[in-house]
């Protein structure tokens, strides 16, 4: 069974500074979609970014990229640059790409992110 | 944008109780979750449903139940409420189009049973 693993339940960085968070995974599949959703104070869960597990290249969204390791499955994200509105709760997620699975998304526990001014 | 609309913010319950918990999507997605959300645990799932009628448990869905009538809508039902079943709920839902397609959240239930 896939597993996905953050261990760092919190982290605090100074206002424009930049942050990484990690996360590890455990798959034996070789093709599937790992993803960042964040979830600020007011509780609805948003996309951050996602990454196919067949591409080579790191995925970018604005200030946020991720660092893709898939021979050591790991997957952080990084945040430049880091607002005030990015203080929240960042969830890193593994989904199978595989068809006739199940449509489970397996989640990490969660990093809070703390932003000093 | 997708839209996933959850008809409480908060709820209060006694022990006992029969609570339904709905939630209604309007983007004619397939997947529908119902995960809930404790500190220290991240997201667990409950159960799923993948299309109309049809459901499948999550890795926790002990003392809970859900139906799926319509693809827009899928409820989350505790049949007798205690008091561990405090929590905040998330209802989610997806296009079954790939594993590219991310999960879209409604704003959470935040449920007191007392």
């Known amino acids: 069974a896939q597993t996905v693993t953050q261990s760092q339940p919190e982290m605090s960085v100074q206002e424009a500074e930049t942050v990484t968070l990690s996360c590890t995974y455990d798959?034996?599949?070789?093709?599937?979609?790992l993803f960042w959703y964040k979830q600020p104070p007011s509780r609805q869960m948003i996309l951050v970014i996602r990454?196919?597990?067949?591409?080579?290249q790191n995925a970018t969204e604005n200030r946020f990229s991720v660092n893709f390791q898939k021979a050591a499955k790991s997957f952080s994200l990084k945040i430049s640059d880091s607002q005030l509105g990015d203080a929240a709760m960042y969830f890193c997620?593994?989904?199978?790409?595989?068809?006739?699975?199940?449509?489970?998304?397996?989640f990490g526990k969660g990093t809070r992110l703390h932003i000093l001014p | 944008d997708v839209k996933v609309t959850q008809s409480s913010r908060y709820l209060v319950k006694r022990t006992g109780e029969k609570v339904f918990l709905e939630c209604v999507q309007d983007?004619?997605?397939?997947?529908m979750f119902w995960y809930r959300q404790d500190p220290g645990l991240g997201l667990r799932l409950i159960y799923f449903?993948?299309?109309?009628?049809?459901?499948e448990k999550g890795d926790i869905p002990e003392g809970y139940s859900v139906s799926r009538e319509k693809k827009e809508r899928f409820s989350l039902i505790l049949e007798s409420a205690s008091t561990n079943q405090t929590s905040m709920y998330l209802c989610?839902?997806?296009?079954?189009?790939?594993?590219?397609?991310?999960?879209?959240f409604g704003n959470g239930t935040r449920l007191t049973v007392t």
């Open positions: 989610a839902s997806s296009s079954r189009q790939g594993g590219h397609s991310p999960l879209h």
């Open positions: 798959t034996s599949e070789s093709d599937y979609y």
């Open positions: 990454q196919e597990a067949y591409k080579q």
């Open positions: 997620a593994y989904r199978s790409d595989y068809m006739n699975r199940d449509d489970k998304i397996i």
């Open positions: 983007m004619d997605h397939e997947n």
């Open positions: 449903s993948y299309d109309v009628k049809m459901k």
